[in-house]
């Protein structure tokens, strides 16, 4: 809308075509900075260069003893890495049916940090997300889609289908004296899970379509029992990780099959370790697991965990330059405007747009849209190539979809246009390049070195996350944090404390923040 | 008398231009010297390299026969002004002069002095980056008097002065020649020179042109010239070329008459019954001077209008 | 080279930037420091954690004052074209760069003692209450005990060693934004590239190499055996940085035109 006391610029343009002008300015004097260009040239090659290098250098391979392969993942019905390695004992179902059990005890085993070097520290005792249930499964191939409902030994009731979903039930573990019953009923696609304390009164602890279920399923016991995590300081700074084996043992009775089952009467249940690991030679299981049957009671013992999994690497493990990088398009930001003041130019851009909010918002575009394209070649260029290079050499990266892997690639080149714009506001507001690169810089790449590196405690590191800029890294994070998954979650491995977007939304708040203020300033302060 | 200045043979290029080719003069102490040239001649670089800020590729230049960079406390020696805005803006003007001061083991008192000297006494303890263009040029003739050097410097030291600035900074300057120093002034502005110095370095295209007194030029460009104002025009012009001189019409009543002096040319007109309303000896101005010499040095000539387009 | 002293003291008194980036030093030294210190705490069963590193963890803070300090001690100069004063002023330009390392050794030295000192402070006021108790084996900070008198000592070098390289620096590449980019990156990017790594031996010399890494080695009082350097060989790693940096510096700034 026009009215008719338009301020006419230049020649009658309106103010729509007028700061389309002043952002072609801005432009051309951006481009014509050979060392500006450079430094943006220099932020992608930065990122590229040590990504791809530290892709290069990173080898891996898996397995026991003195062999040596290929690192596979298992992936489950979603495509995402799984963990898929419980003992099952089941039988064939063939179309709608439930099973129902009594899950009377859960006891189990933990190593502990050998005490003694050489001999086995083992005690007794569960790990919190030690399972044991009722589950019907897509035959017994590591990864295939399933739905369970179970008890563990610290979260209570859940219901569980195709490794990433989770829904909590009941509260409270089982002990000798108050057993659990549990039920699990298909109906076509959907099977509702069920929980009781006493076999009479059900109360449905959740549904769930798994992905991928065929008319006839495996159906019966399972029980799993995740590794135990201790956390220890590493040598360097840094936190080492470390999983110990864990295994869990569950007393099931009062198992009620209904349906068409395969050899109804006087058929045998099937047992399969799934998933399970041979030593060296193929023959010896590594730690199996193993069952016994007496009058309808069965004494099951289960090792691993049937959930997703984060061990491996990520797509953004790749854009370790990234930080580098940074920090050459926040000089380069930096300089665009304070270039300007010093050399007294500033005047020039203002005999030209006296709007000064205006001159500042096309130079906020301009600098905007060049580090977007800036980080959208890097991070184009780095993730898929830096994942292929890894997978090449033997890594096991996790993989994600398609939408994902754009999130980070677009995330990356939205992180670097804010800080650009950050870097840019800052430079205005301070008008000294030192200072404003060292501001830019200790409000951005710092506190996410530092909560990176874990020189800082994990509270420390979480909260800098949170409130300062660098919330914006969270846009990379490729693989979420699995509640039903007991992992370290820090951010030195890749797990930030606020979802991708809304990260990305602190930082980018940081940055109008400081665009608003550097506008205001600018209108008001004499050139 | 032993030079103040002396460049010898001065060389040096920036990638392909050549900004010094062979630049080479003496500045004599107790006269102001004029530095003079279009922009771009080569009299910045040329201060730079006697104040052993760059460095030539050949020649060299000393100051009162040492080179720059071997004097103790250079501003004693030489007092220079180059780029009056070249200050830090957060510093007072005395905080600026008293860490000069201090470089060449002077003290405070000094920088007073030279403060009240150059007129700044009143604003010495103001922030000088809100400084006026004319204040900041008078803080840095105040800084190039600070070590009461024989030799001063001075490169393009009016521009941004008003007119009383440019008055009080030409009688200073002349002073401070009247002591016995030496004074080299540089500008592209050669009426500036005409009442200010004695001496001219005319420098184009990174070398001498002209190195004359300022008497001698203006003598020089006017060539006995003669400027004749007459309302009888080919009357005139028939006279004067019959008793040899060169006449040229200027306009419609003027004529420029060469070869003959002005006494002789009132004698021939009244003689042949020639009416003329006036005859003055035609004196050239600095400028003019300088325009006829610099002809082949401009680098940067603006092109007018309609050059090279009325054929082809 | 007393009046090149003389002169780079007066100016970097009468800038007033240095009065604020001085306390600033200080401050964020002291301020991260504290809020390390606050943030951290110690179950009754014990902590392996290094008390003195983490009371004077700041510095990852004040060495970013510090930068900025020596920075603008050139850039100040280059960006406004005064340096051309200066170098007329003092022709003997070796000089004028050793009288302002000088200079800002000094200050660098005075503000990170002072910083040091109200960080030790603030660390053996705070820490008791997180749990860092005597009877959990950590009795409170104290600059009678030889480690951690050595970790305090080395951090107010370590400061003045990044105020050294940041100069060397700025003198290099005499624009403002420019140097602190690089300084940037070397104090906090740097640091991160022994970690992408994957062959142990290079991730120790890469480790070795960087001063932010080894020069921090100073701080160390815990499991001294796994650093890749002694306390003090660390130290020695920046010290050789800055002094690689300011013979850089001052090899350009003998040779080079003064440019404004």
Known sequence: ?527 | MRAAIEVIGLRKRYGPTVALDGMSFTVLPGRVTGFVGPNGAGKSTTMRVILGLDTADEGSALVGGRPYRSLRAPLCQVGALLDAAALQPSRTARNHLLWLAHSQGLGARRVDEVIEQVGLGAVARRRAGGFSLGMRQRLGIAAALLGDPPVLMLDEPVNGLDPVGIVWIRGLLRSLAAEGRAVLVSSHLMSEMQDMADHLVVAGRGRVVADTSVADLIAAASDGRVTLRTTARPEAMEVLARAGARVAVQDRDTLTVSGLEAGRIVALLGANDVPFSEVAAHRASLEEAYMELSRDAVEFRATTPGDGTATS | MRRELRAEWTKTRTAPGTAWLTAAVVVLTAAASAAVAATVSCPAAGCDQDVPRLGLAGIQAGQAAVAVLAVFAVTGEYGTGMIATTFAAMPHRGRVLAAKAAVLTGLTLAAGTVAVLASVLAARLILPGNGFTAANGHPPLSLADGPTLRAAAGTVLQLALIALLSLGIATAVRDSATAAGVVCGLLYVLPLVPHMAADPGWRRLLWQATPANAGLAVQTTTHLDDLPLGPWEGLGVTAAWAAAALLGAWLLVRTRDVRA
């Not at chain 1, 013992?301 to 854009?319: K, N, Q």
């Not at chain 1, 270039?339 to 301009?366: D, I, S």
């Not at chain 1, 919330?471 to 990379?476: C, E, L, S």
């Open chain 1, 1 to 527: 809308m026009t009215d008719s006391t338009t301020v006419v610029t230049g020649h009658g343009a309106n103010g729509r075509d007028g700061f389309r002008h002043l952002v072609h300015a801005e432009w051309t004097k951006f481009r014509t900075v050979r060392g500006w260009v450079a430094g943006m040239a220099v932020g992608v090659a930065l990122v590229v260069a040590l990504g791809l290098m530290s892709a290069a250098g990173s080898h891996a391979s898996c397995g026991m003893g003195d062999v040596e392969t290929a690192c596979t993942l298992t992936t489950g019905p979603g495509g995402e890495a799984v963990s898929d390695r419980f003992f099952f004992v089941h039988r064939r179902l063939d179309g709608d049916g439930s099973i129902t059990v009594r899950v009377d005890s859960m006891t189990g085993q933990i190593r502990l940090p050998d005490a003694t070097p050489g001999v086995r520290n083992v005690v007794a005792g569960v790990v919190p997300w030690a399972k044991a249930g009722i589950m019907v499964k897509d035959g017994v191939r590591e990864g295939a889609s399933y739905a369970a409902v179970m008890v563990t030994a610290r979260h209570g009731v859940r219901m569980q289908h195709d490794f990433t979903e989770d829904v909590a039930g009941g509260p409270g573990g089982v002990s000798p004296g108050s057993p659990r019953w549990l039920r699990l009923t298909r109906s076509g696609g959907t099977l509702t899970g069920y929980e009781s304390d006493d076999g009479r009164r059900w109360i449905v602890v959740g549904t769930a379509r798994p992905a991928r279920l065929p008319a006839t399923v495996e159906a019966g016991m399972f029980v799993a029992s995740p590794g135990d995590l201790t956390v220890s300081r590493g040598n360097l700074g840094g936190a080492s990780v470390q999983v110990r084996f864990t295994e869990a043992t569950a007393v099931f009775d009062q198992v009620r099959l209904e349906g068409r089952v395969e050899g109804r009467t006087g058929g045998t249940w099937s047992h399969d370790d799934v998933g399970v690991a041979y030593e060296p030679g193929g023959r010896t299981p590594h730690h199996p697991g193993r069952f016994t049957e007496s009058g309808g009671t069965f004494t099951i013992t289960g090792v691993g965990d049937v959930a997703p999994s984060t061990e491996g690497m990520r797509i953004e493990s790749t854009l370790s330059g990234q930080a580098a990088g940074l920090v050459a398009v926040m000089v380069v930001a930096v300089l665009f405007v304070t270039a300007e003041h010093r050399r007294g130019l500033f005047r020039t851009t203002l005999l030209a747009a006296p709007r000064r909010g205006r001159a500042f918002a096309a130079k906020t575009v301009v600098i905007g849209a060049v580090a977007f394209a800036a980080g959208l070649t890097a991070a184009a260029l780095t993730v898929p190539l830096g994942a292929r290079i890894l997978r090449a050499n033997g890594n096991a990266v996790l993989p994600v979809s398609t939408f994902t892997e754009l999130r980070v690639v677009a995330g990356v080149a939205a992180l670097t246009a804010a800080v650009a714009v950050l870097a840019l506001a800052c430079g205005a507001l301070v008008r000294r390049g030192a200072a404003a690169v060292t501001v830019v810089a200790g409000l951005v790449v710092v506190p996410h070195i530092l909560a990176t590196a874990s020189v800082l405690p994990l509270g420390v590191a979480r909260w800098l996350l949170r409130l300062t800029p660098a919330a914006g890294f969270a846009v990379q994070q490729s693989v979420p944090e699995y509640a039903q998954v007991l992992g370290y979650y820090s951010p030195q491995g890749g797990y930030y404390p606020l979802p991708p977007l809304a990260g990305l939304a602190v930082l980018c708040g940081y940055a109008a923040l400081a665009a608003v203020l550097a506008a205001v300033r600018m209108s008001r302060a004499d050139a």
